[in-house]
């Protein structure tokens, strides 16, 4: 399979209550996160993949947040991008760093797959 994107990949990011970020790889994880953290306040991040792990530096100097939550993927390049992100960080900032493990205690790859578990995705109308 080949993946296809639709222009530039970049970060993504939704400003909320900026002294807390969560840390994904894709927005679906991003708004996964939000729901199984549940706080709807905390900003939300995705790298829109593990290449773009170093624009993170530019975005934590500029907001700089005093907690970050990283859930990246639960598999080798998400592992690899975890420690990457945590590195940039460390140098950036001093934010206090909380892994989010809920996907890796479930036994799948992403916040997403996690939510998806628990069966809290249903909104009510």
């Known amino acids: 399979k080949m993946r296809k994107t639709l222009g530039i990949s970049t970060l993504w990011y939704l400003a909320r209550d900026t002294s807390k970020i969560l840390i994904t790889e894709s927005i679906l994880d991003s708004l996964s996160g939000e729901l199984l953290l549940e706080d709807n306040e905390i900003s939300l991040l995705s790298l829109n993949g593990v290449g773009n792990v170093k624009k993170l530096a530019g975005l934590i100097r500029q ?3 005093a907690e970050i ?12 991008c975890t420690i990457e992100a945590v590195k940039i960080i460390e140098k950036e900032s001093n934010a206090k760093i909380y892994m989010v493990r809920d996907h890796i205690d479930a036994g799948v790859k992403d916040l997403h797959k996690a939510l998806l578990l628990t069966g809290r995705q249903k909104i009510a109308c």
Request: glycine letters at 6%; a negative charge.
């Open 69 to 80: 939550y990283v859930a990246l993927d639960n598999d080798e390049p998400g592992i690899k």
């Open 63 to 65: 907001y700089k947040p």
